[in-house]
């Protein structure tokens, strides 16, 4: 964990420091110089401001296709830091506002509570404590996240900056479009990260859908002892990502199973899916099973639209290529011409994974997907007016979340029959 640092908050402030890793990165993804300095000194840079900047650094560490390929070992090593390990708050601040929101001092709410942070993010960070159960039979190790003090100002000057937006959009494949209605969901949906009320309704959301499924974990949220700006959860322990990559390969393969039914009967029956899919959101543990951390960026699916998804998965699964398309179209609101062909090839490359299934997921794949959304919207902005249609402002998360899962999934590089795992909570 590194050392406490301030955390900037003033626009002008944060956007000086970002344009001066700007130009230096620029200079090395461009020309054939050592990248590593530079890319470490970003990392430092963004996990420093955190907010928004160290959330761009987080899906470049990751997402295949965002960093050119010479670069792209030295950006994912500096990055990767940013997942867990970024600048910490000062204790004291920490033992401030946890005893602000909480209402009574920290002695009192925790039996122990862990000074140093076991994790360090963009948003908040968070601790280790003991608490005693009701019954004072027993104590419970729990997990307590606690919001970077500053981070709503952080964030709100990153929201009013133009090229933090551009950067999160150009990572999600839409900065051509520029869509205003992008922008907003943006800024609403990271605004609610802030809420640890919200994030708690989502988090016990996320249980109740998978309540039944014996290799999913959705930690258990402590109700009293969280707020606004504090959510404490249970304690879990499991294999980070790094290690899960190592395993044999069938454990990734159960691994991989139990991954791609939490995000996509999530998303088909639960009507929601968590737009955060960094590989410092999970727990690794025997038998496949996977604990899901964090809840802060969850987009829900508008219920008009749910019966849609179910029709273009179902048509993928049966490979039915004629009600795949036609599902599609109503799903996406295409119009005819050249860019509903587009946009249409485009949806049948992302469900490559069902219809030729078992498939294996491979970073080359995840990184074509980058690519050729980029082409599309590119193609789209030459398109006259009578071809055009707006795309739908969901697509930017859908995009994070596909982006990031997929290239998540690639890491693991097992063939799994992910068409088989579908047709079972489809039923």
């Excluded at 070992?73 to 601040?93: F, H, K, N, Q, W």
């Excluded at 133009?162 to 150009?170: D, G, R, V």
């Excluded at 309704?201 to 969280?226: C, M, W, Y």
Aim: aromatic share 8%.
């Amino acid at each position: 964990m590194k050392d406490e640092r301030s955390l900037p908050t003033g626009r002008f402030g944060r956007l000086g420091r970002l344009v001066s890793i700007g130009a230096r990165v620029g200079l090395d993804l461009m020309g054939s110089r050592d990248a590593q300095p530079s890319a470490q000194r970003a990392a430092e840079v963004l996990g420093t401001l955190r907010g928004l900047a160290a959330k761009v650094g987080q899906m470049a560490s990751y997402v295949d296709g965002v960093i050119p390929e010479q670069h792209r070992t030295a950006y994912e090593t500096a990055m990767g830091t940013l997942r867990s390990a970024a600048p910490r708050s000062p204790y004291s601040e920490i033992k401030s506002l946890i005893e602000s929101e909480l209402g009574t001092s920290i002695d009192e709410l925790f039996h122990t509570f862990e000074e140093l942070p076991v994790a360090s993010a963009s948003i908040g960070q968070v601790h280790r404590a003991i608490v005693v159960t009701s019954d004072a039979a027993q104590q419970q190790e729990v997990a307590v996240k606690v919001q970077h003090p500053g981070i709503v100002a952080a964030l709100e000057s990153d929201l009013a900056n133009a090229s933090i937006l551009e950067q999160m959009m150009a990572i999600g494949g839409t900065r051509r479009f520029n869509s205003q209605g992008m922008l907003e969901m943006i800024r609403t949906r990271f605004r609610e990260e802030l809420d640890y009320r919200l994030e708690a309704e989502r988090q016990r959301a996320f249980a109740k859908v998978h309540a039944n499924d014996p290799t999913i974990r959705v930690p258990r949220v402590l109700d009293g002892l969280s707020s606004g700006r504090v959510l404490t959860s249970e304690f879990v322990r499991g294999a980070s990502f790094e290690q899960a990559v190592n395993a044999s390969e069938s454990e990734r393969r159960a691994w991989a199973e139990t991954m791609w039914r939490f995000v996509f009967k999530g998303n088909i029956v639960g009507g929601m899916f968590n737009a955060d899919p960094h590989p410092g959101n999970y727990l690794f543990s025997e038998g496949g099973v996977v604990t899901f951390l964090d809840y802060g960026c969850v987009q829900p699916i508008p219920a008009d639209q749910q019966p849609l998804a179910f029709e273009v998965h179902r048509s993928a699964i049966a490979r039915d290529e004629l009600a795949f398309r036609e599902a599609g179209k109503k799903l996406l609101a295409t119009r005819p011409g050249p860019l509903e062909v587009l946009v249409l090839r485009y949806l049948r490359r992302c469900f490559e994974p069902l219809f030729v299934s078992p498939f294996r997921m491979t970073r080359e794949y995840a990184r074509s997907l980058v690519e050729d959304f980029k082409e599309m919207s590119t193609a789209a902005l030459k398109m006259d007016a009578v071809h055009a249609f707006p795309m739908p402002t969901e697509i930017l998360f859908m995009n994070r979340l596909q982006f990031g899962f997929y290239s998540v999934l690639a890491r693991l590089d097992v063939d799994v029959d992910y068409a088989a795992i579908e047709a079972e909570f489809l039923k």
